[in-house]
């Protein structure tokens, strides 16, 4: 056996869960189980997390069709909408709640009337999808005058995961204010938010990488903020080689040894949803102690350096999990956790504890 596996781990995903309710109070929660639950799986997320949220968001409709499949009854949040007749048609019979974000989907909404329960999406300064303000109450005025009104107001932050937000507080005001004159439910908070802005919490939060166990912030970690590793990311050594002071390691021979080294060679690569671009340094763990990725990873294998660690071919090397932080894997290679969490492929083993 290859041995490269990626461990999901359910009651870290259910205390995740948790963890959000309790911290949203009297506010929904709706978990975001899009882009295959961050890369857990989608079905899975979403049946894990079911008996601890109010709803499920994800980003397209197929993913919602799928969950429905599947049995799923709770509330879905489609968060990209429908893109054309067919879909608006499809949300309504599978019973979705579809976010309407551009005039295009207004014009498309009331030229096909469909019993479907829309969420306004207000582009309070995020600048990607949504309406502005002005906008956002005109077409909530004429999709109610077509026995179409809106049932809730949402909007995106683009900066509370920083460390220095200074968008937040002006973002909210805007979609608050376009939630009280529509007098409607609003929906603003992703994981950052929730962790950090109870004002921002209003009637409903849609946490998404926080029930994954990885934390929003640069300043404090999962662990600090009471989540539990739900991802570990594992592969085996090959080989290990003693390279000499001088001589290089991998291709374009981007890291060369100071003095003599033990070089581990790890069956897992970019093939496997490790990244590429993860520079010399980037921590890796053998047996639980951590050392440094050297040289380039390649499509099947990482090198790295285990001079002086008890480490022997057919050992463990976490890649991210419980020694080793994803967040500070993210950010070695200048990425996040919900793109090293995405970007697995189908070829490591999956298990599911
Ligand atoms: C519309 C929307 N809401 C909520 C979330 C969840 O954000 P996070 O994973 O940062 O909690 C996302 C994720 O990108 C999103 O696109």
């Known amino acids: 056996m290859r041995g490269t596996r990626v461990e999901i781990r359910l009651a870290a995903l259910r205390n995740n869960a948790l963890r959000a309710a309790e ?7 709706f978990a975001m189980v899009k882009a295959n639950g961050y890369g857990h799986g989608l079905l899975l997320a979403a049946e894990t997390m079911l008996d ?51 005039l295009w989907q207004v014009e498309l909404l009331l030229a096909n009337p469909c019993p479907v329960r829309i969420w306004l999406k207000v582009n309070a300064g995020m600048n990607r999808l949504g309406l502005r303000p002005n906008e956002a109450l005109s077409a909530a005025a004429r999709l109610s005058q077509a026995g179409n009104a809106p049932v809730g107001v949402m909007s995106h932050f683009a900066c509370a995961d920083m460390d220095e937000d200074i968008h937040s507080e002006k973002q909210l005001l805007l979609a608050r204010s376009v939630a009280e004159q529509l007098q409607l439910p609003l929906s603003a908070s992703n994981s950052a938010a929730l962790l950090r802005y109870p004002r921002a919490h209003a009637q409903r939060v849609r946490p998404g990488i926080m029930l994954y166990g990885s934390s929003p912030f640069n300043w404090q970690t999962a662990a600090e903020l009471g989540l539990q590793v739900s991802h570990r990311f594992s592969a085996r050594l090959i080989a290990i080689n003693a390279v000499e002071a001088g001589e290089s390691v991998g291709y374009g021979a981007t890291w060369t040894a100071s003095d003599p080294r033990q070089i581990g060679v790890v069956a897992v690569g970019y093939g496997d949803g490790y990244p590429r671009h993860a520079p010399s340094g980037t921590p890796v763990a053998v047996n639980g102690v951590v050392t440094t990725l050297v040289g380039r990873v390649s499509m099947d294998m990482i090198t790295i350096d285990v001079t002086g660690l008890s480490a022997s071919v057919g050992d463990e090397v976490e890649l991210w999990g419980d020694v080793v932080d994803v967040d500070d894997v993210a950010r070695a290679c200048g990425t996040i956790s919900y793109e090293l969490f995405c970007q697995i492929t189908q070829r490591p083993e999956r298990t599911i504890v």
Do not use: W
């Open 23 to 29: 911290l949203a109070g009297d506010a929904q929660v």
């Open 52 to 102: 601890s949220v109010s709803g499920l968001g994800v980003a397209v409709l197929d993913e919602a069709r799928t969950l429905r499949e599947h049995g799923i009854a709770l509330p879905i949040l489609v968060a990209e909408g429908f893109f054309d007749a067919e879909e608006l048609e499809a949300a309504a019979r599978l019973s979705l709640e579809v976010v309407v974000h551009s």
